[in-house]
Nanobody, 122 residues
Framework: QVQLVESGGGLVQAGGSLRLSCAASGRTFGSYTMKWFRQAPGKERGFVAGIRWSGDSTYYADSVKDRFTVSRDNAKNTVYLQMNSLKPEDTAVYYC???????????????WGQGTQVTVSS
């Protein structure tokens, strides 16, 4: 089992940057594909980015491609989401997710963090 805790959310102006972190407990963190999802008010939770367990493969939603970067440090049991050129439409609660599959899909795995709020003002 994996427990996930996100941090790094906040209020930022359009065009600004934030870096989210997701700290995981459990000795098997390095075997999980890690993903980020987000949910805006009144909308369904959707896939943002994913990174394979080894860090050698990433995948992004079209809406964030070339602006967001997902990375991981298996020695620190942490996955990151660097968000640049933020837009008001990026406003959402961002969730970290762990998937036992060894390849990236846009479907969530079993384990979720509690979420962190990102608000982008215009």
């Amino acid at each position: 089992q994996v427990q996930l805790v996100e941090s790094g959310g906040g209020l930022v102006q359009a065009g600004g940057s934030l870096r989210l972190s997701c700290a995981a407990s459990g000795r098997t963190f390095g075997s999980y594909t890690m993903k980020w999802f987000r949910q805006a008010p009144g909308k369904e939770r959707g896939f943002v980015a994913g990174i394979r367990w080894s860090g050698d493969s990433t995948y992004y939603a079209d809406s964030v491609k070339d602006r967001f970067t997902v990375s991981r440090d298996n020695a620190k049991n942490t996955v990151y989401l660097q968000m640049n050129s933020l837009k008001p439409e990026d406003t959402a609660v961002y969730y970290c997710n762990a998937d036992s599959l060894t390849y990236i899909t846009t479907r969530p795995g079993l384990y979720w963090g509690q979420g962190t709020q990102v608000t982008v003002s215009s």
